[in-house]
């Protein structure tokens, strides 16, 4: 028997919050209600470090999401667990971030010192919008002297009401120009905390929800997990087409609405099969049925392109290339 919804397919949806919940203070019109019509477990995945895991919770309920403290898995929880690999229970840790990373630093029994002086036998680093340029200067000079160095995560933008702002992996990239080191990364495209939020619910079939190639997609590939991407966020069709096999999702859709939809409507490899071959290196599609627009052109295109392993679109035909572009591909 068919499965009728997307979200039948899976017992828990593990979903990103900037661009594909939220921009910022705003929410995303119609994502609180597809997660709540979903009748799945939610567990609310952020790579954004400012935000201790209650105040997160309490944020997405302000906007109208349905989330508690112990739904969240932010990237500072996943750093915290990870430093354990690295150093002895009570070390003494430097955080390059928010007042709450350190909180939770704490909370696991480290020592948060602030200054290179201390000798701390660890860096944490995440974002925080009061960072400034001293405790870049801290972080810069203990990672310097070879200690382990774990960031929550390497986003280089954040999405917000106003626009694309410096997220930690611009900062990480200071950090990474001074000290000529690279960090352990503990948040997505690592598939550590996207396991730690399916085992949070005892998930065995979760779908990773997001809108970033390169955090949210790179990150179920890593963990095995199905992956839908939505275009809300920072991530838009011509992204995906160009996408290596890491990064790639296996359902697109415009958004969250597609969770009430047949699995089959946004699966990439179930999208209707294209009349094409390959000249000089770019897809040339032979023809496009009239009904085919949009989105499940976008669909069926990327699938095509992906079978033969070619990353460019050329056709002369304006007419074609006009349907394209309104689907949001680029054509040579």
């Not at 000249?279 to 699938?303: C, T």
Request: charge should be negative.
């Amino acid at each position: 028997m068919p499965i009728s919804a997307l979200s039948h397919s899976h017992d828990a949806l593990l979903v990103d919050l900037d661009g594909t919940l939220i921009r910022g203070t705003e929410p995303i019109p119609g994502a609180a209600e597809a997660l709540e019509h979903s009748g799945l477990p939610v567990v609310f995945v952020t790579n954004n470090a400012s935000r201790s895991p209650a105040d997160t919770a309490a944020h997405l309920r302000d906007l109208g999401f349905a989330a508690q403290t112990s739904d969240v898995m932010t990237s500072a929880q996943a750093a915290v667990v990870m430093l354990a690999e690295h150093v002895a229970a009570g070390a003494k840790v430097l955080v390059v971030g928010h007042d709450s990373f350190r909180d939770l630093a704490r909370d696991a029994g480290y020592e948060v010192v602030l200054s290179a002086d201390d000798r701390p036998e660890a860096v944490l680093q995440g974002l925080s919008r009061e960072l400034t340029w001293s405790d870049l200067a801290e972080g810069c000079l203990a990672i310097r002297r070879g200690v382990p160095w774990v960031a929550s995560n390497v986003d280089t933008t954040l999405p917000t009401e106003r626009g694309l702002l410096p997220g930690n992996g611009s900062l990480v990239a200071a950090l990474r120009a001074a000290t000529d080191r690279e960090p352990v990364v503990a948040g997505k495209p690592a598939a550590g905390v996207l396991v730690a939020a399916a085992e949070l619910v005892g998930a065995q079939r979760p779908l990773v929800v997001g809108d970033r190639l390169d955090t949210d997609i790179q990150g179920a590939v890593a963990a095995g997990m199905t992956s839908l991407m939505v275009l809300t966020g920072v991530h838009g069709v011509a992204d995906l087409l160009v996408a290596e096999d890491r990064c790639r999702a296996t359902h697109l859709a415009h958004d969250l609405s597609a969770l009430a939809e047949p699995p089959e409507a946004s699966r990439i490899d179930r999208a209707a099969e294209l009349e094409s071959r390959v000249v000089d290196g770019a897809l040339r599609l032979n023809g496009v049925p009239p009904r085919l627009a949009g989105i499940d052109l976008a669909r069926s295109v990327i699938r095509q392109a992906w079978h033969h392993g070619v990353t460019a679109i050329r056709d002369p035909r304006d007419e074609l290339r006009s349907r394209l572009a309104d689907a949001g591909l680029v054509v040579d």
